[in-house]
């Protein structure tokens, strides 16, 4: 092999060693990769009945405490209404048991005065034995009397705390027929249809905010002392050639063995922590699910 023979091949093998070498080296200013994930609320029914009203479709933007769904509660309402006819008739009997007590404390105080002036005349010979001994049982007989009345309050009291609570059970299942948005979002997932019935705690709808995203990276400990709180990073996705601004939300105070589906920039390392940034999607460019790497500066 002739020299100029060997110094070409001399010079292919060191192009092919300098472009390996390059394709594993990381891009400057790169921290790591993730997917971009978002704030997802699985809006549930809190009461059964039938679905008489679904007011969004997937897609749909949705603000906080906008109306989703209506579900029948007639039976409901029916009940309310049988629990306030019995609440009528409690404070009737209750108006009727202290009357009660008023007779009886009358009669107690009439019982009483009989009592003092046949007592007065027996202790003088004046009052037979049998009249005394009749005054004494109807002093007794009426303390009895007002003793049993005034009893009846107290349970009247506590019926009528009991239908109350199950009134406020009522009334809290009567309201949870009106299914309103937690947050503001967009529906990603649809899960039923009007004229279903809605089982409680039976999924209605998924809802995300998809303006405030938001990717986990993990980092080595050498490497925790670049991010702060605050701080500004930037993250790029396939998607777009255009960085987007984004912010070091959470660095995880505590280490963890790397995620099997991450792969982090000292792979040699077997803690990592974690870093969360969040991003803002203001022009519906990200999605939920993409790939996205997060640079500390874009040299």
């Not at 390996?20 to 400057?28: E, G, I, N, Q």
């Not at 004229?195 to 709808?205: F, N, R, T, W």
């Not at 995300?208 to 986990?216: C, E, H, Q, R, V």
């Amino acid at each position: 092999m002739n020299v100029k023979r060997f110094g070409q091949w001399v010079c292919i093998l060191i192009s092919v060693l300098l472009i390996s070498s390059c394709r594993d080296k990381l891009p400057a200013g790169f921290a790591g990769s993730g997917t971009l994930e978002a704030t997802e609320v699985m809006i549930g029914a809190l009461t059964s009945g039938t679905i008489l009203k679904l007011t969004r479709e997937e897609g749909d933007s949705v603000k906080a405490d906008e109306l989703l769904a209506s579900i029948d509660v007639e039976k409901l309402v029916l009940q309310k209404a049988q629990l306030q006819a019995s609440l009528g008739e409690i404070d009737a009997s209750r108006i009727a048991a202290e009357a009660a007590i008023d007779q009886a404390s009358d009669n107690l105080d009439n019982v009483q005065i009989r009592y003092k002036r046949i007592k007065e005349l027996y202790s003088k010979g004046s009052a037979t034995q049998q009249q005394f001994d009749d005054i004494s049982t109807q002093i007794s007989v009426a303390r009895s009397q007002l003793t049993a009345a005034k009893s009846q309050i107290p349970l009247l009291d506590a019926k009528r705390a009991q239908v109350e609570a199950t009134m406020a059970v009522l009334y809290r299942q009567i309201a949870d027929g009106t299914v309103v948005s937690p947050l503001d979002g967009t529906v990603v997932e649809k899960y039923v249809e009007p004229g279903e019935i809605a089982v409680q705690g039976g999924a209605l709808y998924k809802i995300a905010d998809l303006i405030n995203l938001w990717i986990k990276i993990y980092v080595a400990e050498t490497d925790l002392d670049r991010f702060k709180l605050g701080q500004d990073v930037f993250v790029r996705v396939d998607a777009t050639p255009d960085p987007f601004p984004g912010k070091v939300s959470w660095v995880s105070p505590e280490a963890e063995f790397t995620p099997k589906n991450v792969q982090t920039r000292k792979a040699r390392a077997e803690l990592v922590y974690a870093v969360k940034v969040k991003l803002e999607n203001n022009h519906d460019i990200l999605k939920i699910g993409m790939p996205a790497e997060v640079f500390l500066s874009l040299e």
